[in-house]
């Protein structure tokens, strides 16, 4: 079939709505553009026009866009006003949330429009009293930027879910920062490191505000596609959209036996059959 053809099918097939969408209220589905990220190496504009023109209705930039100009910026906003798709989110290092690295930050996102400045990865932490220090790094962004309409977020990785004693360093994020910093779930690790992301997402009602929707098999690891294997997306929507407080998703796909646009194409595809 073709893409249009396969995506009408699809959509046949799964037509009924599903059940569990909270109160008919319409979640955005978009795409973490890491899972592209070698073809926006080669050509941004292109890339971001492909992934709108498969349906999705917002992406989410990664590390290297902190390097932009501001009026590089502005042309992607551009794009994306043109193509009617939306940014509330970008990932960021660690340097991003220092006095230094966060007018720039600030400055880009809102180029963007997006909501929320969030934090991908802590680098080195040895041990609780420096996840307590990542919390108050968090803490402090977060209060410089709520002046101009924004907030921080927190993404987890596996390392995040390792206890250390007998605390997992997620839970000493979510205890120690403000309830309006976002908790951006990572399925797939929460799923790899044997836990439960449906009691974490019931577990913290109002910060799961946005989700990465990439799989996990023991089998295939993150090659995986969305909706391929025995996961508990419905479950797992039940919770974000009932408990979690939900704003978005994204789907992400880390790894595949497919090219990246195809691979993003059909985790779409088999969102929409599984959503209706």
């Given at each position: 079939?073709d893409a249009f053809?396969r995506?009408?099918?699809?959509?046949l097939?799964?037509?009924a709505?599903?059940?569990?969408?909270?109160?008919?209220k319409?979640?955005p589905?978009?795409l973490?553009?890491y899972s592209?990220?070698?073809?926006l190496?080669k050509?941004?504009p292109?890339?971001v026009?492909?992934?709108?023109?498969m349906?999705?209705?917002?992406?989410e930039?990664?590390a290297?866009y902190?390097e932009?100009t501001?009026d590089?910026?502005?042309?992607?906003r551009?794009q994306?006003?043109d193509l009617r798709?939306?940014?509330y989110?970008t990932?960021?290092?660690r340097?991003?949330f220092t006095?230094e690295?966060?007018?720039?930050?600030?400055?880009l996102?809102?180029?963007?429009?997006?909501?929320?400045?969030v934090?991908?990865?802590?680098?080195?932490?040895a041990?609780l009293?420096?996840?307590k220090?990542v919390a108050?790094d968090l803490n402090?962004a977060?209060?410089t930027?709520?002046?101009?309409g924004?907030?921080?977020?927190?993404?987890n990785?596996d390392?995040?879910?390792?206890?250390?004693?007998d605390q997992k360093?997620?839970q000493?994020?979510?205890?120690n920062?403000?309830k309006?910093i976002m908790?951006?779930?990572?399925?797939?690790t929460?799923?790899?490191?044997?836990n439960d992301?449906?009691?974490?997402?019931?577990?913290?009602?109002?910060?799961?505000?946005?989700?990465?929707?990439?799989s996990w098999t023991a089998?295939?690891?993150?090659r995986?596609l969305?909706?391929e294997?025995?996961?508990?997306?419905?479950?797992?929507?039940?919770a974000?959209?009932t408990k979690?407080?939900?704003e978005y998703y994204?789907?992400?796909?880390?790894?595949?036996?497919?090219?990246?646009l195809e691979a993003?194409?059909?985790?779409l595809v088999?969102?929409r059959s599984?959503?209706g």
């Amino acid at each position: 079939m073709d893409a249009f053809s396969r995506r009408a099918f699809l959509a046949l097939a799964g037509a009924a709505p599903f059940a569990l969408r909270a109160a008919g209220k319409h979640i955005p589905i978009g795409l973490e553009l890491y899972s592209v990220r070698e073809e926006l190496k080669k050509d941004l504009p292109t890339t971001v026009n492909a992934v709108a023109k498969m349906g999705y209705e917002c992406v989410e930039f990664y590390a290297p866009y902190y390097e932009w100009t501001t009026d590089y910026a502005k042309q992607v906003r551009k794009q994306l006003d043109d193509l009617r798709i939306r940014c509330y989110s970008t990932h960021n290092d660690r340097k991003v949330f220092t006095t230094e690295g966060l007018p720039k930050a600030i400055e880009l996102n809102k180029i963007l429009g997006t909501h929320y400045i969030v934090l991908a990865h802590p680098g080195t932490v040895a041990d609780l009293d420096g996840w307590k220090r990542v919390a108050d790094d968090l803490n402090a962004a977060n209060k410089t930027m709520h002046a101009d309409g924004l907030h921080a977020g927190y993404h987890n990785h596996d390392l995040e879910w390792k206890p250390i004693g007998d605390q997992k360093p997620l839970q000493v994020i979510a205890a120690n920062t403000d309830k309006s910093i976002m908790l951006q779930l990572d399925v797939g690790t929460c799923l790899e490191t044997g836990n439960d992301p449906v009691a974490w997402i019931e577990s913290h009602p109002g910060r799961i505000r946005s989700m990465h929707l990439k799989s996990w098999t023991a089998e295939k690891g993150y090659r995986v596609l969305f909706g391929e294997g025995d996961i508990p997306w419905k479950q797992i929507f039940n919770a974000a959209e009932t408990k979690g407080g939900v704003e978005y998703y994204l789907m992400e796909q880390e790894e595949s036996d497919y090219p990246e646009l195809e691979a993003a194409d059909r985790c779409l595809v088999a969102y929409r059959s599984m959503r209706g």
